[in-house]
């Protein structure tokens, strides 16, 4: 049964867009929200979850949000889903002192400081005094946390109060002191989740906490956990035209899939060792793999950025001169291409397209086709590599170094 990654619709038209996938991975990658829980595969001495909590007051916890301490996602207003009145309960459970449930966060040592000024978050060395001063990622706790940033900065009015009925209408600078002043000193619990917890433990326990109505895919939580210039750069990556037209999409796609795919390709293409084919530092599983690369490249110089984003848009102008908007798809007997993607197959062809000149691979362009149709329907062990359990470490090894060793000879010869 293929891996089917829903398209979230949008008010816009779009074409069909087919993210289904004829490569199935192992138990541990599947999409189910079950399958998410994974940390098993990581080795005992490292499943540990390093935790501190703190009681917090509200209006620091604000003020940690306007300086970057604490990191909302990037997304965080798309994924925002509470109205004023459901913002405005939490704000009337605040004054009647009811328990509001604790708030979840990763520490983040490696993400530069930000803040947020004129509308946008700004990257910024000097807001505090010690370069060290913690920064945290939200893992759980969203929608409270933007409901109260939204109270404090004066964006909605008090609407639906059951209780205090007589604040219904105003916004926070329209309280009395005394109101006030139960708010910003109201304690918050938040539980951090220090650095030195496994990254796969940090993916799992988010994981586990994700219940509400939107839940979030791989990607989607990476963008969250993992923000950085590496992130923001494959975002970026994700808009290439030909890339988007191999994908069968008209605009990014909401899930994040395209992204994902993109991380995919350069984690890969970094591990992947060119004279033996062998893939370094594989964990056994595809998400970790992409959880640990993310996780340990968050900013990288300027100059391997832009390292990055050359080696993707040149192998991608190969990939499109060959294969054009079929790439990355099963070939059938008599030269048809499948409607939906196969992320083996990209492995292979993106990674072996790489080294070689355009214009050599344009040359034997219809050679090229005929090696990928033929490895399909004549090598039953490629086959088997592309099509199930294909994140196991021999089977992306093997796919790899057959249909790069083969298309070295054709190209070389």
């Not at 192998?315 to 908007?325: E, L, R």
Request: charged content about 30%.
């Amino acid at each position: 049964m293929p891996e089917v990654l829903e398209e979230v619709k949008s008010d816009v038209t779009e074409q069909d867009v087919c993210f289904e996938f004829t490569d199935t991975l192992t138990f541990t990658d599947t999409i189910g929200i079950e399958d998410y829980i994974y940390i098993d595969r990581v080795f005992l001495e490292k499943r540990r979850i390093i935790a501190q909590a703190y009681d917090e007051g509200i209006s620091e916890i604000v003020s940690r949000m306007n300086t970057g301490e604490i990191i909302l996602p990037p997304d965080y207003k798309h994924n925002y889903t509470w109205d004023n009145k459901k913002a405005s309960l939490l704000i009337e459970s605040i004054l009647l002192n009811f328990p509001i449930p604790p708030i979840y966060v990763s520490e983040d040592e490696k993400a530069p400081l930000r803040a947020f000024y004129n509308g946008l978050w700004h990257e910024s060395k000097n807001i505090f005094d010690d370069e060290e001063d913690e920064r945290w990622n939200v893992i759980d706790g969203l929608q409270r946390l933007y409901s109260l940033k939204r109270f404090f900065s004066n964006e909605f009015k008090l609407s639906g109060m059951e209780v205090f009925t007589d604040l219904n209408g105003r916004l926070y600078e329209d309280l009395e002191h005394r109101y006030k002043k139960s708010i910003n000193y109201a304690l918050i619990r938040i539980i951090v989740i220090l650095k030195e917890s496994h990254p796969d433990v940090k993916y799992d326990v988010f994981m586990r906490l994700n219940t509400g109505s939107l839940k979030l895919h791989p990607q989607e939580l990476r963008n969250r956990l993992y923000s950085g210039k590496l992130n923001e750069r494959i975002k970026e990556l994700r808009s290439n035209k030909q890339w988007m037209d191999i994908l069968g999409l008209t605009n990014e796609h909401k899930r994040m899939a395209d992204t994902e795919l993109v991380l995919r390709y350069l984690a890969i293409s970094e591990a992947i060792d060119s004279n033996t084919f062998e893939l370094r530092d594989y964990p056994g599983s595809m998400k970790s793999f992409l959880n640990i690369y993310m996780s340990g490249k968050r900013n990288p110089e300027d100059e391997e950025l832009i390292r990055i984003e050359d080696k993707f848009t040149s192998t991608i102008d190969k990939v499109f001169s060959v294969f054009g908007s079929n790439a990355f798809r099963k070939i059938d007997i008599d030269g048809n291409y499948d409607r939906a993607i196969n992320r083996s197959i990209m492995d292979a062809v993106m990674i072996c397209f790489e080294i070689h000149d355009e214009a050599v691979l344009l040359k034997h362009n219809d050679e090229i086709v005929e090696l990928l149709k033929t490895l399909i329907h004549t090598d039953k062990d490629f086959s088997d590599s592309i099509t199930s359990g294909t994140s196991n470490k021999a089977k992306i090894e093997y796919r790899l170094k057959t249909f790069c060793t083969k298309l070295n000879k054709m190209l070389i010869r």
